[in-house]
C-alpha cells in the first residue's frame, strides 16, 4: 500500500493519514517512478495506491502507468468526489485492476463524517467508473454510529450499486480518531454474524479486513472460505507513506514501525535486512499478551493486526476486541 499524497478534497473526522494538505516533502515524481522500479524489482504483484486523494497528486497517471506497464496490478482507493471523465477514460485505457470508493453509511452518516453532498458524489462515482467498464468496490469504516446500521445501509443503498465487492473495516483510534478510544466502541461478534449471514445472498462478495476477528464460527464466511494467518505486515506486503517511510503496513502509523527510508536506502535493503519487521519476521506465541496468552488460536491468528493492537490496547500482541472473546461472552 502507497499513500502517494496526503493533499485531499476532504478532513475526514476519522482518517488515520490527519490529511487534507500535501505534504512539502512528499516523493518527486522522479522519485516515485524509482519506487515503482524498485518494487518491480522486488517481484510486486499488486498495489494499493491511496492519500489522501489520489486524484490530487498532479502526477498520478505517471505513476499508474508505470505500475501498470511493469505488469504490476493497480487498486486505487478514493473518496469518489468528483471523478473526471478524462481521467476514468485512462484508468480504463491503462486497465487498472480496480477502484473502491469509501462509502460510511446512509446519506446523513456519511454527510456528516465527510462533506455535505459527498454521499451523492460517491455514489454517482461508482456507477460511472463501472459505466467506464473498470471494477469498482466500497469500503466501510466501521464506528459506534454506523455499525448498527449495516442492514438498513445494505437494503437502502449497497444491493443497488454496481460493485463487485463491500470490505468492511474497523476505525482505528489514530490520526484524526487519536484517542477517540469511544468510536470502536461497538458489537465486533454482531457484525461478524451479519455478514455471515448477508454473505451467501449479497450479489457482491462481503468481508471484513484484517483488522476485525477473529477464529469465531463464522471465520470462513467473512473470509471467503479461509481464516486469518496472522498479521501480514512486513511478511507479504509492505507500506510507503508520501515522504518515502517505508512500514510493514500503511495503517502502522507510528514513527516507532518506520523501518527506512526510500531516499537513504533501497526498499530491496529494506526488505531483506535481518533487522527489519522483526514483530512480525520475530514472532513466537510466547509473545502474546492479555487475553491472548494462552488462546489456542493464538499461535494461528498472532493476536491479530499489529496497528489495531497498537493503537486500541497499547501494545502490538494482544487484540483487545477479538471477537472471539465477545462471542463467548455472547454465549454465555
Known amino acids: ?42 517481484g510486486l504483484r499488486r498495489v494499493n495506491l491511496i492519500g489522501g486523494e489520489v486524484f490530487m497528486r498532479k502526477d498520478w497517471k505517471l505513476i499508474v502507468a508505470a505500475f501498470c506497464g511493469a505488469g504490476i496490478r493497480v487498486c486505487i482507493i478514493t473518496n469518489g ?31 456528516a463524517w465527510r462533506m455535505k453532498g459527498s454521499y451523492a458524489h460517491a455514489l454517482e462515482s461508482i456507477r460511472r467508473v463501472h459505466e467506464y467498464g473498470i471494477p469498482v468496490s466500497v469500503i466501510t469504516a466501521l464506528r459506534k454510529d454506523n455499525a448498527p446500521l449495516l442492514q438498513e445501509f445494505y437494503d437502502g443503498t449497497m444491493k443497488q450499486l454496481p460493485i463487485f465487492a463491500w470490505q468492511l473495516q474497523s476505525c482505528a483510534p489514530m490520526g484524526n480518531a487519536a484517542g477517540s478510544d469511544e468510536l470502536v466502541r461497538y458489537s465486533f461478534i454482531d457484525v461478524i454474524r451479519w455478514v455471515a449471514k448477508t454473505a451467501p445472498v449479497a450479489p457482491f462478495g462481503i468481508g471484513i479486513a484484517d483488522n476485525a476477528g477473529y477464529f469465531t464460527p463464522e471465520e470462513p464466511y467473512i473470509r471467503g472460505g479461509g481464516v486469518f494467518a496472522g498479521c501480514s505486515a512486513g511478511i507479504t506486503v509492505l507500506g510507503i507513506d508520501c515522504e518515502g517511510n517505508v512500514t510493514g503496513c500503511e495503517s502502522m502509523r507510528d514513527p516507532s514501525f518506520i523501518e527506512g527510508n526510500v531516499r537513504e536506502r533501497s526498499l530491496a535493503d529494506i526488505w531483506y535486512s535481518p533487522d527489519t519487521f522483526r514483530y512480525n519476521r520475530g514472532f513466537d506465541a510466547s509473545m502474546l499478551k492479555g487475553k491472548c496468552a494462552g488462546c489456542p488460536e493464538g499461535p494461528y491468528c498472532a493476536g491479530g493486526c499489529r496497528s489495531y493492537n497498537f493503537f486500541t490496547s497499547g501494545d502490538l500482541y494482544e487484540s483487545k476486541y477479538c471477537a472471539r472473546e465477545s462471542d463467548k461472552e455472547a454465549d454465555k
Not at 7 to 35: D, I
Not at 82 to 94: N, T, V
Open 1 to 42: 500500500m502507497w499513500e502517494i499524497t496526503l493533499a485531499c478534497s476532504f478532513s475526514c473526522k476519522y482518517c488515520g493519514s490527519r490529511a487534507g494538505k500535501a505534504h512539502e516533502n512528499e516523493l518527486s515524481t522522479a522519485e516515485c517512478l524509482n519506487v515503482v522500479r524498485q518494487l518491480r524489482e522486488l
Open 81 to 111: 468526489y468528483r471523478l473526471a471523465d478524462e481521467d476514468l477514460a485512462f484508468l480504463r485505457d491503462a486497465q487498472i485492476e480496480s477502484v473502491a470508493v469509501s462509502l460510511d453509511g446512509p446519506e446523513a452518516v456519511h454527510d
